[in-house]
């Protein structure tokens, strides 16, 4: 059963805007859960987590331009002034383990989306 998958990404002009959207099953209710990004021959980053009462944890560098938030079964990531070094493969998490103090590291996750393509053009 898929409990994670994703949708929104595209691609776009350096500057515009994109909303990435997760759409989680009932399961993964009430606990952690982030965006991560990973770009060809990198490292997979967060981009910004999100607890069970809706505390973020997010870079100082993401959150200027990254917003996440959620509601009931959706996760959601708004991407404003978007950079070409923003070009990136887009992963929803969840950690089915922890509901608070989430973790920054990505190992820290149980569930990951199959992920969604963000292409910033110059």
């Known amino acids: 059963q898929v409990q994670l998958q994703e949708s929104g990404g595209g691609s776009v002009q350096a500057g515009g805007s994109l909303r990435l959207s997760c759409a989680f099953g009932?399961?993964?209710?009430?606990?952690?859960m982030g965006w991560y990004r990973q770009a060809p021959g990198t490292e997979r980053e967060a981009v910004a987590l999100i607890d069970s009462d809706g505390k973020i944890t997010s870079t100082d560098a993401m959150k200027d331009r990254f917003t996440i938030y959620k509601d009931t079964d959706m996760l959601y990531l708004q991407m404003n002034s978007l950079k070409p070094e923003d070009t990136a493969m887009y992963y929803c998490?969840?950690?089915?383990?922890?509901?608070?103090?989430?973790?920054?590291?990505?190992?820290?996750?149980?569930?990951w989306g199959q992920g969604t393509q963000v292409t910033v053009l110059s």
């Open positions: 009932s399961s993964i209710r009430g606990y952690c």
């Open positions: 998490a969840a950690d089915r383990r922890r509901m608070w103090h989430c973790r920054w590291r990505q190992d820290g996750y149980t569930d």
